[in-house]
């Protein structure tokens, strides 16, 4: 685990354990990654509502410093942990510390596409998507065991920047319904001029992920099986920090194209609605 990874660990776990207090002026490393806003948030997050049932969508190959957090809020309060991917955790084992193996192994997870998947009606508590809706309906697993698990392009000429109109309906309708009255769903994502944006990968291949802009971004705050309870806006300075902005317009200029990371990011908790 790199430092920076480490740092934001170690801050988020004091935060979730209440050694801390939270804010988003915390003193983290500068670093191009959002993970330094988004998982100090999902901690405080987790802390605050207490939910017993938590379903991770994107569990396998999720940032070290996320799924250490949902590990230790699994072993320190009691949660009943499950996952969905479209990858199985043993297929990508070499990324995970030795020390966490057992137990990221013990989380029960299924692989399939969140949008079709049959989930229990009611089922969680809490559902979490940290920095995962904007690649599904891109990424695709791999069909061998070749350097990466994914089925990723190695030139940008081969990247497929298409996907289907309705993924984030169908991703929140189906996750609404495996919620339980008044559960939660919280998320983040990459935000900044919109559309599809051509990325390079930690191995050099090229890939695609959605970046959300105000009329997609409403597909999700706005959808009418949820109310919105809280929604953050951060945007990459120069210097490598992270800074507040007053909604999606403030992150109208950002774009990621041809980075290997986002410049702008957003984050939400949802509630579902009793009636839709």
Not at 11 to 32: N, T
Request: charged share 20%.
């Amino acid at each position: 685990m790199d430092q920076h990874t480490q740092a934001v660990l170690d801050y988020s776990l004091a935060v979730l354990r209440g050694q801390a207090p939270h804010s988003f002026d915390h003193p983290l490393p500068a670093s191009i990654s959002s993970r330094s806003i988004e998982v100090p948030w999902v901690a405080e997050t987790l802390r605050g509502l207490g939910a017993k049932r938590h379903l991770d969508v994107g569990f396998s190959l999720s940032s070290l410093d996320s799924l250490g957090v949902l590990l230790a809020n699994r072993r320190d309060n009691g949660v009943e942990l499950q996952a969905v991917d479209i990858i199985e955790p043993q297929r990508v084992q070499t990324r995970y510390p030795a020390a966490w193996l057992a137990e990221i192994m013990s989380v029960p997870v299924r692989v399939g596409d969140i949008r079709a998947m049959s989930l229990e009606a009611g089922g969680h508590d809490l559902i979490s998507l940290i920095s995962t809706i904007e690649h599904i309906g891109f990424d695709k697993p791999a069909a061998d065991q070749g350097r990466s698990a994914f089925d990723r392009a190695e030139s940008e000429a081969e990247v497929v920047t298409q996907r289907a109109a309705d993924v984030n309906r169908r991703v929140l309708d189906n996750l609404r319904g495996a919620l339980a009255a008044g559960g939660h769903l919280l998320l983040t994502v990459p935000m900044g001029k919109g559309g599809p944006v051509v990325l390079r990968d930690s191995l050099g291949f090229f890939c695609v992920q959605w970046e959300y802009e105000a009329a997609s971004w409403a597909e999700i705050v706005e959808h009418p099986g949820f109310e919105l309870v809280e929604s953050h806006y951060f945007a990459l300075g120069d210097d490598l920090a992270w800074r507040a902005v007053n909604g999606p317009a403030g992150l109208a200029r950002a774009e990621a194209r041809h980075l290997s990371h986002s410049t702008g990011c957003a984050l939400a908790l949802l509630r579902k609605k009793a009636v839709a």
